[in-house]
């Protein structure tokens, strides 16, 4: 008997369902549609900015089953994303691979580089965690950056746009449902990962490490495998990054991004997926109209200067950060939970 006061499970297969009502399914559909439908509403600028979103949201995916669900702080993210980037532009590029098999493999390629920095975290953790996969940016970056015949070095290499059943994905709009299609498929992965046995053993080393390993969970495996599993979505979001720009170097895969992504986790909340959208949408969306405001804070007020103006999106971000450290550390998916529950027990909201 369906009750208004709630929804109530009967099976275990109702308790697991991730849209469990129907008003859940109606708010999923309508925003597939509208994903959709975006191309034909907005012009390639917008596109442009959703593309980006989508990757991001790939690869914070990732370091939010590292980070945010085993307690395994990475600063090293971004270069993870280069070593899948370059593996994927080398593939296709050099050796003419096809991008559908190169993709795959940049995710595992830079999923065994992961794990092969990872293994410190048996010994390490918190803030010397955080140094080692500092050292481990630097080494990867240096590697890339000097190893001019296989990378390019800092003059760049190309990564052309991949084909799909013949059709070449140049338009912005054929690689925008690219990543949509990959940012669903990987999201839907990580939710249920996070469900699953492994997810469980994650949080429980994040929650205690000693009591996990008490109670039999092995440390060293479940700790490498957040970090393959944490890399191989970054190597994924690398290698859809190179293609999608073209032409990469190691200028767009710098140490301030992955400082960034932990940012991100912040704001919209670590050790949930729906926390990762939120972030992503919300600090991108501030990034957009900070740097479109810029120039017209410049113009009005002279005074400021255009350096000033023109970093004032690195400000705002910064400040929106420290101000969720301490007025909202749990980010926007817990403010979204207890919006939820609001409405649920209305209106009696004590």
């Not at 559908?100 to 595992?108: D, N, Q, R, T």
């Not at 500092?134 to 390019?152: E, P």
Request: hydrophobic fraction near 55%.
């Amino acid at each position: 008997m369906r009750l208004p006061g709630g929804v109530f499970s009967q099976s275990y297969f109702q308790d697991l369902a991730v849209f469990r009502t129907g008003p859940q399914w109606f708010c999923f559909v309508l925003f597939m549609v509208c994903l959709v439908l975006l191309p034909i509403l907005f012009g390639s600028y917008f596109l442009s900015i959703v593309s980006v979103i989508a990757i991001t949201i790939i690869s914070v995916h990732g370091l939010n089953l590292l980070t945010g669900y085993c307690g395994q702080i990475s600063l090293g993210h971004a270069a993870f994303m280069g070593v899948g980037a370059y593996i994927s532009a080398i593939m296709v590029n050099t050796y003419e691979i096809s991008f559908w098999i190169a993709l795959p493999c940049a995710g595992l390629g830079a999923a065994f580089v992961g794990m092969l920095f990872g293994l410190p975290s048996l010994r390490i953790k918190g803030l010397y965690l955080a140094l080692a996969t500092l050292a481990a940016h630097y080494i990867i970056m240096y590697v890339i950056s000097h190893a001019g015949d296989i990378t390019g070095g800092t003059a760049g290499m190309e990564a052309p746009r991949p084909t799909f059943f013949g059709l070449r994905l140049d338009s912005a709009t054929g690689y925008y449902y690219l990543l949509i299609g990959m940012t669903f498929l990987m999201t839907f992965f990580a939710k249920n990962m996070a469900r699953t046995r492994v997810g469980r053993n994650f949080i429980a080393i994040r929650d205690n490490d000693k009591a996990a390993e008490i109670m039999g969970i092995s440390l060293f495996r479940y700790k490498i495998m957040a970090f393959g599993i944490g890399c191989f979505y970054a190597g994924v979001a690398g290698s859809l990054w190179a293609h999608y720009m073209t032409v990469i170097d190691p200028d767009h895969f710098l140490l301030i991004n992955s400082i960034w992504y932990v940012g991100i986790l912040i704001v919209g909340g670590m050790g949930t997926t729906v926390g990762v959208f939120f972030g992503v949408i919300f600090l991108k969306g501030i990034e957009v109209a900070a740097t479109e405001a810029g120039p017209m804070i410049a113009k009005m007020i002279p005074a400021i200067g255009n350096t000033i103006a023109a970093s004032l999106a690195q400000f705002v971000l910064a400040l929106i950060i420290i101000l969720f450290l301490v007025y909202e550390s749990r980010g926007l998916a817990h403010r979204w939970e207890l919006i939820k529950a609001s409405f649920r027990i209305w209106p009696f909201p004590y």
